[in-house]
């Protein structure tokens, strides 16, 4: 079973893919699906599973939770934002820059730092546990979505205009 840092680690690959090819391919022939919806999970997730593990592990924890609420809240605007043009558009590209401006910066924080922090400071069999927590979390929302496990936008804009309060109870605390 994978620790919590290796998921979390796996999610930052998958995302930091997904964006470099949706830079890479031409606008017309664009789909951000892939990325939206690999974000906006990952963003999810963390927010239920790793940054209440680092604010109840590591010292100073509360004010690092407070910090990646806040890159959470930035991202989550910023990707809401993005949403509303079409790939093709050059507002969809500079929009999306906009967000890794902020992604960047947090998935390096959390890979260099606070997992390798986390991980000293859990026992492993606790790692292990919050891993599938982090999984299980994850695959709820992968699942009953069409095309490539991508949800149409209503459904889309509604995750992401959902609060933490309410996923936590949609989503059941004790997972």
């Known amino acids: 079973m994978p620790t919590l840092s290796e998921v979390v680690k796996r999610d ?3 995302i930091t893919d997904a ?4 830079v890479e391919t031409k606008p017309e022939e664009r789909n951000a699906d892939e990325f939206v919806w690999a974000l906006a999970r990952y963003l999810i997730v963390e ?14 924890g509360s004010e690092r939770q407070r910090r990646l609420s806040d890159d959470y809240n930035s991202i989550n605007a910023k ?3 993005m949403a509303k043009y079409d790939p093709s558009e050059e507002s969809f590209e500079s929009a999306l820059k906009a967000i890794w401006l ?14 390798d922090e986390l ?8 790692s292990r ?5 982090y999984e299980t979390l994850r695959d709820m929302l992968q699942r009953p979505y069409g095309a490539f496990g991508v949800p149409n936008a209503e459904i ?6 959902t609060t933490k309060e309410q996923l936590m109870e949609r989503m059941g605390n004790g997972i």
């Open 12 to 14: 930052h690959a998958r």
């Open 19 to 22: 964006y470099h090819v949706l």
């Open 47 to 60: 927010n239920l599973a790793l940054i209440p593990a680092l604010e109840y592990h590591i010292s100073g």
């Open 79 to 81: 990707l809401r934002h």
């Open 102 to 115: 902020d992604l960047e910066p947090h998935i390096r924080e959390e890979t260099d730092g606070d997992l």
């Open 119 to 126: 991980e000293r400071k859990m026992e492993p069999e606790d």
């Open 129 to 133: 546990k919050l891993g599938q927590k």
């Open 156 to 161: 889309m804009d509604d995750v992401l205009g």
